[in-house]
């Protein structure tokens, strides 16, 4: 599970550093009202993506990992599910194209709109190639081909500069590249290890296959609405394309917890659900606990470094009128943050087959967020919007440790409170020495950053005394 770990970050940092040079292009060559068209476009590609990428993928991963199923059956009828659910959004993302850019009051975006439509199949071909190979625990496959896609992303960058003279069809036409792409890597990956896949199993319905994967695309599309809802209800109350601009540089930030945790739930799944089918409740817990201790050490204080650090970040990689988006984005990451947690527990409730409990905690969690982000963004701007994510997110990473806690026993430990604490104090701490000095270089920024995180993970780490994740007690490691 470590070496799996492992991976995943270096899949998850190449995605971050890929999406950052990104967007710090985008933010820094085209003006804010462009950039914020860009940000809203992006939204939406997010919220199509979520319907065949991370839920189906999970679903098929689990499906494999069971190793129950005759595995070729079992991959015609996720391709067959797979492509019924993309004819189903390409047909309402082309021909719906004028409704979404009624409701968003902006009749300009629909051809962009549509040119959406034109991703999804290889996108959708792609998430269900990871599952297979996440199933057979091929994480090095998995992840090397997870850290090539954001490189193929960067083709955004020659679209936008040389091809098109349109920035915002080029960036379009970068990303429909790197998913033709990364789709036919990622099937050769799946073809090569086709000796693998298991022979003798029963041929599973496609009810049972249904539920499997409605069961996890349910909390990942909560997951994905909450993260790019926020957006687009700023455009929608706002109608201003400026700040709608600031708040996709601080969504872009503040996903970075996000994407760091999907590789723990990623790796964590298959080996949880296998220690629960064979009734190991003690491995499971142990393993769930190294999980903790490893988030709590590592990512946490990521998060205290960079709310701290909010508006220095925003105006040095943007420019400085992006400072505005500061408090936002110290709330915002936070708020990703929970969410990401929320994630980890509900993997860890699948794995027992928990999905009332995942069904619950999705719908009030959408619930609750689409009452409190119109009401505090028409109060707060996009502060508002950020704090209404934050409070959301919060109470569902609550709620979803807790029912973790009934099903497994109690996790939490007096460490952990103690971690907690440190990274209390040490964000009092950052935010009093990041509001008295002045940045005016990015690179000195990052390096300071960098400082502040290492004694405090260092000091995690000791306390939580780290062992790898994966040697549990029995094995005697």
């Not at 190639?129 to 490189?151: D, Q, R, S, V, W």
């Not at 707060?380 to 209404?388: D, I, K, M, N």
């Not at 690179?443 to 995180?453: K, R």
Request: charged fraction near 15%; hydrophobic fraction near 50%; glycine fraction near 8%.
């Amino acid at each position: 599970m470590y070496l799996g770990i492992i991976l995943h970050l270096l899949n998850k940092i190449s995605f971050v550093i890929g999406s950052y040079a990104m967007h710090f292009f985008l933010g820094r060559y085209l003006p804010e009202a462009e950039y914020g068209i860009v940000g809203t476009i992006i939204t939406i590609m997010n919220f199509e993506y979520i319907f065949f990428t991370d839920g189906v993928r999970q679903g098929m991963a689990k499906a494999v990992s069971m190793e129950s199923y005759e595995e070729r059956d079992l991959i015609r009828k996720g391709l067959s599910f797979q492509m019924g659910i993309v004819l189903l959004f390409f047909c309402g993302t082309y021909f719906g194209a004028p409704l979404i850019g009624k409701a968003l009051g902006d009749a300009a975006l629909v051809p962009y709109i549509r040119n959406i439509a034109f991703l999804l199949p290889f996108t959708g071909l792609y998430s269900l190639m990871l599952g297979i190979l996440n199933g057979h625990k091929e994480f090095k496959a998995e992840a090397g081909t997870g850290i090539i896609y954001p490189i193929l992303k960067l083709s955004v960058i020659p679209f936008v500069l040389f091809l098109f003279a349109d920035p915002i069809l080029g960036t379009q036409m970068g990303f429909l590249f790197a998913a033709v792409l990364i789709s036919a890597i990622s099937s050769y990956r799946v073809w090569k290890i086709r000796p693998l896949f298991q022979r003798n199993g029963e041929k599973i319905s496609w009810e049972e296959y249904a539920k499997t994967a409605l069961n996890y695309l349910l909390l990942f599309c909560v997951s994905t609405v909450i993260m790019n809802l926020d957006t687009l209800i700023l455009k929608s109350v706002s109608g201003d394309n400026k700040l709608v601009g600031y708040y996709t540089g601080v969504a872009s930030f503040s996903k970075i917890p996000y994407y760091l945790l999907t590789a723990f739930y990623t790796v964590a799944l298959p080996l949880i659900t296998r220690h629960y089918e064979a009734g190991e409740m003690k491995e499971a817990g142990e393993e769930i606990g190294s999980l903790l201790d490893l988030i709590l050490a590592l990512i946490l204080p990521a998060v205290t470094v960079i709310s701290a650090a909010a508006g220095h970040i925003l105006a040095l990689f943007y420019k400085p009128s992006y400072r505005a988006g500061g408090n936002a984005l110290s709330l915002l990451i936070f708020g990703t943050s929970f969410l990401g947690m929320t994630l980890v527990f509900a993997m860890i409730l699948s794995a027992a087959s928990r999905k009332k409990n995942i069904v619950w905690i999705s719908a009030g969690m959408l619930v609750l967020e689409v009452i409190l982000c119109p009401l505090l963004t028409s109060v707060l701007s996009l502060t508002g919007t950020a704090l209404a994510t934050f409070v959301t997110a919060g109470a569902g990473m609550l709620v979803s440790a807790y029912f973790t806690a009934r099903v497994y026993g109690n996790f939490w430990q007096k460490k952990h409170t103690q971690i907690l604490l440190i990274n209390l104090a040490a964000y009092v701490l950052f935010f009093a020495i990041f509001h008295c000095v002045e940045f005016t270089n990015f690179f000195v920024l990052v390096a300071v950053c960098a400082v502040c995180y290492l004694p405090v993970a260092a000091v995690n780490i000791w306390r939580t005394g780290l062992r790898l994740p994966g040697r549990s007690s029995r094995d005697g490691k």
